[in-house]
């Protein structure tokens, strides 16, 4: 057995007019609780700091400004590099960033128990539209305020542990789970902000949900790996997104799950090598897989 013990932190709704200062009061809590029960690794949902802005048109995104992290650690959230640093408790969170030479990203970052951040990941499959559309209920624009990442699938070394991040609609994609899986990721983790319904969709309320348990439950089996999926949930600026933050074996079973909207902290105590019957035999990689027949997978 190789032990690892996963929190996720859910958040509620994060307004406009909360300061970071407040949220990182918040995420703080969660940190604690979290420590307290021997956590190696929190994680924080995306676009921690802030409302999901991208639901708003702003005809120059430059307005959004304010949104943006310029610098990562920054005087807002040195609190919880502090608190990772003193309590040797890993944590994970996601943010806009805004880099010096004017780049946007949709951002998760993994911070050791140090207080050092050993990997970055810029949103790849940036969902919704570039155009405002004016009947909508709401906007989801990630398009226009984000490029697409450019730092790829990373897998990173975590204390001994490989650790994958993915960042909200990226966990509909299997490719996404797969590049991870290649680099024989253990710990796949993943933040998200969806909404109830997808705008301009007459779709069944129920399926929001469902369709977010399905890919992370999937993700997680054909990956023969552990999956932490984190939510921003319940009302934020008048607009509301489904909880659903779970822990999932390589198995593909929930293991833990939080059934509320409020700030909570899971925990599970893992077995990292839970996913090792899997790759060893169903998806044993170097005797099962036919790349060779996938090549329209990169071509379209
Ligand atoms: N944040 C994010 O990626 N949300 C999307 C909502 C898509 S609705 C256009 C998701 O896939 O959950």
Redesign the pocket.
């Known amino acids: 057995m190789r032990m690892f013990t996963l929190a996720l932190a859910q958040m509620a709704g994060i307004n406009t007019e909360d300061t970071r200062e407040a949220v990182v009061g918040r995420m703080l809590a969660m940190f604690e609780k979290a420590a307290a029960g021997g956590a190696d690794l929190v994680v924080f949902p ?1 676009l921690t700091l802030t409302t ?1 802005f991208p639901r708003t048109y702003r005809e120059d995104v430059s307005t959004a400004d304010e949104y943006y992290e310029t610098a990562m650690p920054n005087p807002a959230v040195q609190p919880l590099f502090d608190f990772a640093k003193e309590h040797e408790v890993g944590f994970s969170f996601g943010y806009a960033e805004l880099t010096e030479d004017g780049h946007r990203f949709n951002t998760q970052i993994l911070v050791d128990k140090t207080g050092e951040i050993v990997g970055k990941y810029r ?1 790849i ?4 539209h570039l155009e405002h559309i004016p009947d909508a209920p709401y906007q ?1 624009l ?1 398009k226009s305020y984000f490029e697409v990442g450019d730092l790829g699938f990373g897998v990173f070394d975590f204390h001994g542990v490989e650790v994958g991040m993915l ?3 990226d ?2 994609w299997p490719e996404a789970y797969r590049t991870l899986a290649l680099q024989d990721v253990d710990v796949i983790v993943i933040g ?4 109830d319904q ?2 301009g969709g007459d779709e069944q309320p129920h399926l929001a949900m469902f369709h ?1 348990l399905l890919s992370c439950q999937a993700g997680a089996y054909q990956s023969s790996a552990w999956v932490g999926t984190v939510a921003k949930c319940g009302y934020e600026d008048g607009h509301h997104m489904i909880g659903g933050t779970a822990i999932i074996a390589p198995t593909g079973e929930i293991v833990s799950r939080v059934f509320d909207e409020k700030d909570s902290v899971i925990l599970s105590d893992i077995d990292l090598t839970l996913g090792d019957f899997y790759k060893n035999g169903t998806f044993r990689y170097e005797i099962h897989r036919r790349p060779e027949t996938y090549g329209l997978l990169t071509e379209r």
């Open positions: 995306e999901f949103k499959h940036l969902p919704g989801h990630e960042i909200c609609n966990r509909r998200f902000n969806t909404p997808s705008p977010h």
